[in-house]
Each structure stands twice: as structure tokens, then as C-alpha cells.
């Protein structure tokens, strides 16, 4: 089973996944820009973005190359500060705030202009990775 992480930075690393970030220093196992990821299409059975898609100028591009490089029924999981919670506008690096319905933009009939998959959002969890963290929203979702 091969895993991506989008993203990756230096902590949110898992052990059976390639990590791929923009910054060297992060030491990544590919350094690249998400909207032109250098995998092959239909890849990975998972990929995570933990903390990252608020920080993406272009996420129509962003979820394009990572709905290209997921399996058939693959899983894509996505953690963000849910607005409005303090994190999601504290940082000044975040370019977009996101609630529940941000990601239903990539599913279905309501898709973005130009986002060229289908997503199913199979749940939604709050938290941190599982913990009663306030603040965080986890979006599981499947390729369709």
C-alpha cells in the first residue's frame, strides 16, 4: 500500500509514506510544488494534506494533481483549522478559511470550475488526528 503525504514539513510525517514539500529544509523524500506533483497518475491509496491546503494559493490546481495521483477509491484526508476558530485566522501565511461545506466544492454536481474530479466526503471528525483538539476540521473523502 503506497501513502502520500502533501506537505509533509518536519513533524507530520508517517512511516510507510512518501513525503513530498515544497521547503528542502524540511528534508523531504521529494521536494516539488503540489500543482505539479511528479508521480504517476493513479499512485497512491492514500494521500494526507495535514495542515497545508489553507496555506495554497491555487487550490483547483492543488486538488486536481491530488485526485490525478489517488487509486480508484482511494482516500484522501485532509486536516485544517476550521474557521472561525482563532487558528484558522491567527496565521498569516493562510490564504482561505475553511468550514464543512468548503469541501463539498470538490464533490458531486457542485464542483468547482475547473476541478476535473468527483470526491465523496465520508465524514467529518473534529479535533487533532483523533484527540479533542479544539479547532481543527478532519475531512475524510474517497476518489470517485
Known sequence: MLNLNVGCGLR???TDEVGVDIDFNCKPDVCANMEAL?????TFNQVRALHVLEHVPNIVSVM???YRVLKWNGEFIVEVPEFPHWKSV?????VRYFI???FRY???MNRL?????????LKFVRGDKGMP???NLDCYMRKN
Do not use: L, V, W
Not at 38 to 42: E, L
Not at 90 to 94: I, N, V, Y
Not at 113 to 121: D, E, N, T
Open 100 to 102: 464543512e461545506d468548503s
Open 64 to 66: 486536481n494533481e491530488i
Open 106 to 108: 470538490f464533490e458531486g
Open 12 to 14: 507530520n510525517r508517517g
Open 38 to 42: 511528479p508521480f504517476k497518475s493513479d
Open 133 to 135: 483538539t479544539e479547532g
Open 113 to 121: 470550475p475547473g476541478f476535473k474530479g468527483s470526491f465523496q466526503i
Open 90 to 94: 491567527a496565521d498569516p501565511t493562510h
